[in-house]
């Protein structure tokens, strides 16, 4: 069966400190691939998206993914943080076509003023 | 547009209770769907819909039941609560299954004591 394993479940930073948090999946065809971010007390956002072309993908807040293919892997960074991206962060694949969102644990991320 | 719109925000009941999550859009997207969030366990799909009339199991489907009369309504049904279903319960809709970024509502928090 297809999964997401996210390395990281809960990781403490400083501000000012760089991120990056590990995601791996188990498919070998055609993936979309998606970082979601979940502020306290609100909703799922969509961060960022990869689906072909350029492997480095950039997002919203400064943020940027990484999509390896050879090692099944969209590893999330950002080279600063902030106190405000204090949040839990999901890692997400679905199939090609199928719509299906398969998530990761989530990542927990504390950042210290 | 209210986009994804679910009610209640937060409920609690007790064992062996029934009650309907809803589950509204009015951007006529096809294909909706009912997640569930648990720590540590990330987002896992119950049951799906890709359009009026149909619906499928997804990954953790036990002890709820959906049906897709309308395109605009996705309501989800626990027909006799436990507490294992305590958990935060988000519904999501993509356009058509060729469409690749799902839109999730607020969520509704269940609690069942």
């Known amino acids: 069966a297809q999964s997401v394993s996210q390395h990281n479940h809960h990781v403490i930073l400083s501000e000012a400190a760089s991120l990056e948090l590990g995601c791996n999946y188990s498919?070998?065809?055609?993936?979309?691939l998606f970082w979601y971010v979940q502020y306290p007390g609100q909703h799922l956002q969509l961060l960022l998206k990869?689906?072909?072309?350029?492997?480095l993908v950039k997002g919203i807040k400064g943020f940027e993914a990484e999509f390896i293919k050879s090692k099944f892997s969209f590893n999330l960074r950002k080279p600063s943080v902030q106190w405000s991206d204090t949040a839990e962060y999901f890692c997400?694949?679905?199939?090609?076509?199928?719509?299906?969102?398969?998530f990761g644990q989530g990542t927990t991320l504390q950042v210290k003023p | 547009n209210a986009g994804v719109t679910q009610t209640p925000k937060f409920q609690v009941l007790k064992t062996g209770q029934s009650m309907t999550l809803q589950c509204a859009q009015d951007?006529?997207?096809?294909?909706m769907s009912w997640y569930r969030q648990d720590p540590g366990m990330g987002l896992r799909l119950i049951h799906y819909?890709?359009?009026?009339?149909?619906?499928d199991q997804g990954e953790v489907p036990n002890g709820y039941n959906v049906s897709r009369s309308t395109t605009e309504d996705f309501p989800l049904r626990l027909l006799s609560a436990a507490p294992s279903q305590t958990s935060v319960y988000f519904c999501?809709?993509?356009?058509?299954?060729?469409?690749?970024?799902?839109?999730f509502g607020p969520g509704t928090r269940l609690t069942v004591t």
């Open positions: 997400a694949v679905t199939l090609e076509n199928t719509g299906k969102l398969i």
């Open positions: 498919y070998g065809g055609t993936v979309n």
């Open positions: 990869y689906f072909s072309g350029d492997p």
């Open positions: 951007m006529n997207h096809e294909y």
């Open positions: 819909s890709v359009g009026a009339g149909i619906t």
């Open positions: 999501a809709t993509l356009k058509n299954r060729g469409q690749r970024v799902q839109y």
